[in-house]
C-alpha cells in the first residue's frame, strides 16, 4: 500500500469525528505486587470505568507467578465493578490439568472471557520449552480450555512477527491454528503508525482468516522503557516517533502530550480504514488512555 493512500486516506478523514456507536475499547492491567501498587491500580480501574469499555484484562506471570494476584484482582472487579475482566493465561510452567483447574476456577468465580496464550519463558531460562506434561503451545491451550466451558477466548497476533517466527507467513498460520481451535479474536502487539498493521491485515486476510483483529494501541509512558521492550517482542520504533520523543527525558508532561497526541491520531488513521475495536496497554496508568478514549469519542457516565 502506497505513502501517498495512506496520507490522503488519514487527510479525508475529520479530527477526531464524533463517536460511532459500534466503536470499542478495551483495557490492560497487571496484577500488583504491593499496596501501594495496588491503590494506584484501583484508581486507574475507577477512572475507566465510566467509559464502559468492552473489558478489561488482567495479565499472567511467567509460569504463573502472579497467579493468586491475578485471581485477586479479577475477584475484586467482579464485585467491586461493573467491568467485564478477561483472564490471562499462559502454558508455561504447569501441566495441562493444572491449566484446566485453573480454566475451572475462573468460570467457577465468574470470568467468561480468558485471553490463552503460549507465555514467554520463565527469568533466567532463554529459549521456550515446553512443560512435558502441558500444553506446547496456544493453540493447544484454546481447544483444552474450550473443552472446559464455552469461553470467550482472545489470543495474540503480531504485525510484525513473532521474534521465534520463521517467516511471516508461518506466523499467520499459527495465528490461523488459533483461531481455528475455537477463539474468537486476536489482540495484537502494539505498533507505531498504522502501515505495520496494514501490511499484517493483507496477509492475514490472504490466509483466509475472518475473525476480528483488534490493533493492540501502546500509549508510550517511558520511551527508553519501550525501546528495550520492541526489541524483545519485535516492535520496530520508527524515526519519527525517536524524533517526537528526543530531548524530553526531563519533560514528564510535554512527554504525555505527545504520547497522547500519537497514539489518538493512530487510532483516528486505523478508524479510516473501518477498525473499530482498540485494546490499550495501560501499564497500571490510566491518565493516557483514558485522554484517548475520551478523544474518540468515549465519554464518562455515572457508575450506579
Request: net charge negative; aromatic share 10%; with cysteine.
Amino acid at each position: 500500500m502506497s505513502s501517498g493512500l495512506l496520507e490522503t486516506r488519514a487527510l479525508d478523514t475529520l479530527v477526531f469525528p464524533k463517536r460511532q456507536n459500534d466503536l470499542s475499547v478495551s483495557f490492560e492491567f497487571f496484577p500488583p505486587k504491593t499496596e501501594k501498587m495496588a491503590i494506584s491500580l484501583w484508581d486507574s480501574i475507577k477512572r475507566i470505568e465510566p467509559l464502559k469499555p468492552q473489558f478489561v484484562s488482567v495479565t499472567y506471570g511467567a509460569g504463573g507467578s502472579t497467579r493468586a494476584r491475578t485471581h485477586e484482582t479479577l475477584a475484586r472487579l467482579l464485585t467491586e465493578s461493573s467491568l467485564t475482566p478477561a483472564a490471562h493465561l499462559t502454558c508455561i510452567g504447569a501441566s495441562r490439568e493444572e491449566i484446566q483447574e485453573v480454566g475451572r476456577q475462573y468460570w467457577d468465580m465468574g470470568v467468561r472471557h480468558i485471553v490463552a496464550l503460549r507465555g514467554d519463558p520463565p527469568e533466567g531460562q532463554e529459549n521456550y520449552e515446553p512443560h512435558p506434561e502441558g500444553y506446547a503451545y496456544a493453540a493447544e491451550l484454546v481447544a483444552g480450555l474450550k473443552s472446559i466451558a464455552n469461553f470467550e477466548i482472545s489470543v495474540a497476533a503480531y504485525p510484525e512477527t513473532h521474534p521465534e517466527a520463521s517467516s511471516a507467513e508461518s506466523d499467520v498460520d499459527n495465528l490461523k491454528r488459533k483461531l481455528d481451535a475455537g477463539a474468537d479474536r486476536a489482540i495484537t502487539q502494539y505498533f507505531f503508525g498504522v502501515e505495520p498493521f496494514l501490511k499484517f491485515m493483507d496477509r492475514v486476510t490472504s490466509a483466509g482468516i475472518k475473525a476480528p483483529i483488534v490493533p493492540g494501541i501502546l500509549p508510550v509512558q517511558n520511551f527508553e522503557q519501550v525501546i528495550k521492550f520492541s526489541a524483545l517482542c519485535g516492535t520496530k520504533i520508527p524515526d519519527w516517533l525517536n524524533d517526537l520523543f528526543c530531548g524530553l527525558d526531563d519533560d514528564p508532561e510535554t512527554r504525555k502530550l505527545i504520547a497522547a497526541t500519537v497514539a489518538a491520531e493512530q487510532c483516528r488513521q486505523l478508524q479510516s480504514y473501518g477498525f473499530k475495536e482498540f485494546h490499550f496497554y495501560t501499564l497500571n496508568r490510566a491518565d493516557l488512555s483514558y485522554a484517548i478514549a475520551y478523544l474518540l469519542g468515549f465519554r464518562p457516565e455515572i457508575i450506579g
